[in-house]
């Protein structure tokens, strides 16, 4: 029996081995994520020339800047959906695999990638997705057309949550490094 055991330990130690699909999965999909991004970056970047063409109207001006802010706003979501699946990749190979000497040693500001827990990788990913969500609710927020006192005060009502939300993620954090 204590031979079966020990097999059986061997076995389901190994198996956090499968974790590495997902990394390598969260991985390719963070590295397209960032080349779609990119792209996007660009090819906005390409249609800016249009802006200061004489002929165009100032309405269709700012119609393309309403637009042009839209899209500056897609890509920097594109871009933090990318750092949610890398944190996400290097976490779990952290935590499951292991440690990343080169990580460890790297001179990275706070060391923003080196995950210890599965506390501090959900800590993380949080903070990007709340960023992710505040992105979000600007680009709704540059869309809508407030034309009464109720749209404003909702408004007003969003711009104090996430005030609150990232007043609240930045006491929690002070609270756990003290």
Not at 107 to 130: F, Q, T
Not at 132 to 144: D, M, W
């Amino acid at each position: 029996m204590l031979m079966f055991e020990s097999i059986f330990e061997k076995i389901l130690w190994g198996s956090r081995y499968i974790v590495i699909a997902a990394v390598v999965a969260s991985l390719i999909t963070s590295v397209a994520m960032f080349y779609m991004a990119t792209i996007d970056a660009i090819v906005m970047i390409s249609h800016l020339g249009e802006y200061a063409m004489p002929s165009l109207t100032t309405e269709a001006r700012n119609a393309l800047r309403s637009s042009t802010v839209t899209h500056v706003v897609e890509i920097i979501d594109g871009y933090l959906l990318a750092t949610v699946l890398l944190i996400f990749a290097l976490g779990l190979y952290e935590l499951f695999i292991s440690k990343i000497d080169v990580a460890e040693n790297a001179k990275v500001a706070g060391n923003v990638l080196v995950i210890r827990s599965l506390d501090d990788l959900k800590s993380r990913l949080a903070k990007v997705i709340l960023m992710i969500l505040i992105v979000k609710f600007f680009e709704n927020a540059i869309s809508l057309t407030y034309e009464d006192s109720l749209s404003l005060l909702f408004l007003a009502g969003g711009i104090a949550l996430i005030g609150l939300a990232l007043y609240l993620t930045h006491a929690s954090e002070t609270h756990h490094q003290q």
